[in-house]
């Protein structure tokens, strides 16, 4: 073919791709357009530049954030069912999403129809029964404000702005995780839409799909309300201290001491390795469920010399919200988890060795904050529920400590080295757990902290063929496929 054929025939390409694309586009607003038809006056379509539309895309990371067709905010839970039929009888990528915190990309995100649920945003708790209804469109702060003058609270996030849906559907490790399991253990009913638009509850009656909507995410409709048993709650003591490098020996040993010591499942720390401007620090969050904790557990931390301290007794809410989570939001974010059989000393000062190896390299290409989530709950955690309850964790015949990595960074030509960084890292903590004698080469990982691209069996052991008989059961023409995330 000579040179200026060539050339033609590459010009047609992009024209075809250029249309294919604008076709494609006029298809998804026609979707668009039929939902905002079909549905009740309780729910509404908004198109790109509405305020409305800006909300529903955004994402606590902006590498989850797409470009949706168009967003719809739906007001019941037969709107959700009449969305879903003409999704899937257009065969329209779509996405869910509640408090928009998931971190891998494209998991609540699509270049489709984004579903925003904020509108499920009711909180009604019932004495009788002990349990409490929450909306699919709350962050847990919301909930946690609405409890607390009723003296009740419920198992859920443990930083601001967090949401109820992808968190419960997941696992749910809470500051009450001690005390009474994931949230998963302490969920009691659904309202699901199924994928093929029915509207229905479930709970112990529906034994597959209870144990399956715990831990499965969005594969097997969508959520519009979560049952949730409820307990009594007052003031709660803790808040955030931070260190500086020169103390970070001490804050090694303190945690390794509180993790490996400490048996009062009121308490509970995240011991944040962080590096920031050339520089390791850590940030520390303490945690006791009663307005002042007995001598001794956080004597340690208390006693380092601290960079800020606000450590103090006060409410749930007030709690939750002393975290600096919210400081690097709207940053790019990868996550990335180990899970272990316990903090030992080894495996911490590793953490350290991370933290300074990838802080220093990772700085140097756009990063701007390098962290490591240290969370050395008790290992009776999974104890709080019987052996085969939830879909994760796929066993409870030990307890597994999750350990969080998240990087936060500003250019997308970054995100390739952040990813790698992420996942050779959490391999070189393995290799040291593995070499300190921890078993746990195929520990189950938790999928609100595993990277995409995990393999299923990592999230959900040997409960994945049932999980993927039950997916075959009540979504056959795979509806839910349309819509990213851990996909059974
Ligand atoms: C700052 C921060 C702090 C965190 N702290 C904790 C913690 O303390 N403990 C912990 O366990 N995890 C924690 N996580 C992880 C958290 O659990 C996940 O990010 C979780 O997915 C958040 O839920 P979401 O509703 O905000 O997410 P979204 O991004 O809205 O959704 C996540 C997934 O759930 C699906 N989904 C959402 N809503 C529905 C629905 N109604 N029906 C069906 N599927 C749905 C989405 O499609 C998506 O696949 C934290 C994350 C961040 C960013
Ligand atoms: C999509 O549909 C809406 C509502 O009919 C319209 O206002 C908008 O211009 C359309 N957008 C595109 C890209 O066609
Ligand atoms: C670690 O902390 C414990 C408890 O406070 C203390 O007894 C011990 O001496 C400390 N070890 C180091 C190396 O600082
Ligand atoms: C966190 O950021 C969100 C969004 O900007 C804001 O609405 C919320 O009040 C912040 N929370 C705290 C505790 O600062
Ligand atoms: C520190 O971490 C790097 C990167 O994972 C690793 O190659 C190195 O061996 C570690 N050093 C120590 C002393 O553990
Ligand atoms: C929808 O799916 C459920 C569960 O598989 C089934 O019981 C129900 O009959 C289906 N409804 C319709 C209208 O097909």
């Known amino acids: 073919m000579s040179v200026p054929m060539l050339r033609a025939l590459g010009l047609l390409a992009v024209f075809l791709t250029g249309a294919a694309a604008r076709l494609q586009e006029r298809s998804m607003n026609s979707t668009c357009n039929a939902i905002a038809e079909a549905i009740s006056p309780a729910s509404h379509v908004w198109y790109p530049l509405s305020f409305h539309y800006a909300k529903d895309i955004e994402h606590w990371a902006a590498s989850s954030t797409d470009l949706a067709a168009c967003s719809v905010e739906p007001g019941t839970a037969e709107d959700v069912g009449t969305i879903l039929q003409i999704l899937a009888a257009s065969q329209t990528p779509f996405a869910v999403k509640g408090g928009g915190h998931a971190t891998n990309p494209g998991f609540s995100s699509t270049p489709g129809v984004q579903i925003a649920m904020y509108r499920f945003s009711e909180v009604s708790y019932d004495a009788a029964s002990q349990t409490v209804d929450v909306g699919a469109g709350l962050v847990w702060d919301d909930v946690y ?77 969508i959520v519009t309300k979560f049952t949730l048993k409820a307990y009594p709650q007052g003031q709660v003591w803790g808040g955030l201290i931070t260190y500086t490098a020169d103390q970070l020996d001490k804050v090694n040993n303190a945690t390794f001491v509180f993790s490996n010591t400490v048996t009062d499942p009121k308490a ?199 999980l993927q008989a039950t997916k075959q059961k009540y979504d056959p023409q795979n509806v839910m496929g349309l819509a990213g995330g851990w996909k059974l």
Do not use: C
Not at 199 to 217: Q, R
């Open 145 to 221: 404000a609405a409890l607390e003058p009723l003296g009740v609270n419920v198992v859920g996030g443990r930083v601001t702005g967090v949401g109820v849906a992808g968190f419960s559907l997941g696992g749910g490790y809470s500051w009450l995780t001690n005390e009474r399991g994931l949230t998963v253990d302490n969920i009691v009913s659904y309202q699901l839409v199924l994928p093929n638009g029915t509207v229905t509850t479930v709970d112990e009656n529906v034994p597959d799909l209870f144990f399956a909507l715990k831990g499965g995410y969005n594969n097997f409709g």
């Open 268 to 466: 509970q720390i995240i011991t944040t390795y962080n590096f920031l401007l050339g520089e390791p620090g850590v940030s520390q969050l303490l945690f006791y469920n009663a307005p002042t904790p007995p001598a001794g557990i956080f004597d340690d931390f208390l006693a380092i010399p601290h960079f800020t301290e606000d450590v103090s007794t006060r409410s749930f809410t007030s709690l939750v919200q002393s975290s600096p989570s919210n400081a690097t939001a709207g940053t790019r974010a990868v996550f990335n988890t180990v899970s272990l059989l316990s903090y030992d000393e080894e495996v911490i000062k590793a953490v350290l060795n991370e933290t300074i190896f990838w802080g220093a390299r990772l700085s140097l290409a756009t990063a701007t904050f390098i962290s490591y989530d240290v969370e050395p709950f008790m290992t009776t955690l999974f104890t709080k529920a019987p052996a085969s309850s939830s879909a994760y964790p796929p066993s409870r015949a030990r307890g597994l400590l999750p350990l969080n990595i998240y990087y936060a960074w500003l250019l997308p030509s970054s995100d390739e080295l952040m990813r790698d960084a992420a996942v050779a890292s959490a391999q070189q903590l393995t290799d040291v757990a593995i070499a300190q004698g921890q078993d746990i080469a195929d520990a189950a990982l938790y999928g609100n902290y595993a990277i995409d691209g995990t393999p299923l069996e990592r999230l959900y052991g040997d409960n994945l063929d049932q």
